[in-house]
C-alpha cells in the first residue's frame, strides 16, 4: 500500500516554456502533498506544501508565481514551472499523507532538464 | 548550525558487515523520527518510523532513538550490496519533514 506515482519521469524543455508535473496516490487518499526539489548529492528542500482544495503554503525563497501548485482532488496534485530556466533544472519528488498521519510517502522523482 | 546534523560519509563496507547510520539535532520539538532510503534518481522509500525513544526492529534493520541525547541511529545487519543507497534521517515539526543531508553507502561484494 501508499503508492504515490509521478509523470513524466523525465521531461527535458527549451528554456521559457512550461512544464507540468502529476503527483498521484494510487491507493489511498491524500489530504496534504508536499513538493521537494533535489540537486545532486544534496537532501530534499521542501518547497510547497498543499491541501485539498485550498491553496498551497509555499517555504521561504519559493517563487510561487513560478511554481503553480494545484491539488483539485484528493489524489492528485499538479505542479506547473511556469516559463522553465536552466536553472530550474533538478530532480522534483512530490510527497503525500494520509489523513492524521505523519508518515509521507514519495514519489519516484521526476528529472527535470532545461535547455 | 543546522537543524539535523547527518554525516554524507560517503561510507564503504564489506559484505556482511554492521551498519551504523547516525543523526543528531537541535530541536527537542521533533515528533517522529524515519529513516529513509533514496537509490540513485529515485524517490525516497520509507524503511523506519518510529516516535518514542528506544529501538524499533525490523528485519536486518534497527532504528534507535534517544532523546535525552538528541540522537538518532540505523542499525543494518548482514548488509548486502543492494542496500548501497543514500540513507536519509527526517524528523517532523508541525506536519513537516526536516531531513538530513543523506549518508552515502556502499556494500562491495
Known amino acids: 500500500g501508499a503508492v504515490v506515482s509521478q509523470h513524466p519521469s523525465w521531461v527535458i524543455c527549451k528554456s521559457g516554456t512550461s512544464v507540468k508535473i502529476e503527483c498521484r496516490s494510487l491507493?489511498?487518499?491524500?489530504?496534504?502533498m508536499f513538493w521537494y526539489r533535489q540537486f545532486p548529492k544534496q537532501s530534499l528542500m521542501l518547497m510547497a506544501t498543499?491541501?485539498?482544495?485550498?491553496?498551497?503554503?509555499?517555504e521561504q525563497g519559493v517563487e510561487k508565481d513560478k511554481f503553480l501548485i494545484n491539488h483539485a482532488s484528493l489524489t492528485l496534485s499538479t505542479l506547473t514551472v511556469t516559463s522553465a530556466h536552466p536553472e530550474d533544472s533538478s530532480f522534483y519528488i512530490c510527497?503525500?499523507?494520509?489523513?492524521?498521519?505523519?508518515?509521507?510517502?514519495f514519489g519516484p522523482g521526476t528529472r527535470l532538464l532545461v535547455l | 548550525q543546522k537543524e539535523v546534523e547527518q554525516d554524507p560519509g560517503p561510507l564503504s563496507v564489506p559484505e556482511g558487515a554492521i551498519v551504523s547510520l547516525n543523526c543528531t539535532y537541535s530541536n527537542s520539538a521533533f515528533q517522529y523520527f524515519m529513516w529513509y532510503r533514496q537509490y540513485s534518481r529515485k524517490g525516497p522509500e520509507l524503511l523506519m518510523y518510529t516516535y518514542s525513544s528506544g529501538n524499533k526492529e525490523d528485519g536486518r534493520f534497527t532504528a534507535q532513538v534517544d532523546k535525552s541525547s538528541k540522537y538518532i541511529s540505523l542499525f543494518i545487519r548482514d548488509s548486502q550490496p543492494s542496500d548501497s543507497a543514500t540513507y536519509l534521517c527526517?524528523?517532523?515539526?508541525?506536519?513537516?519533514?526536516?531531513f538530513g543531508q543523506g549518508t552515502e553507502l556502499s556494500v562491495k561484494p
Open positions: 498543499s491541501n485539498e482544495g485550498s491553496k498551497a503554503t509555499y
Open positions: 527526517a524528523m517532523t515539526l508541525r506536519g513537516k519533514l526536516i
Open positions: 510527497s503525500a499523507t494520509a489523513d492524521r498521519q505523519e508518515t509521507q510517502y
Open positions: 491507493d489511498f487518499q491524500a489530504t496534504t
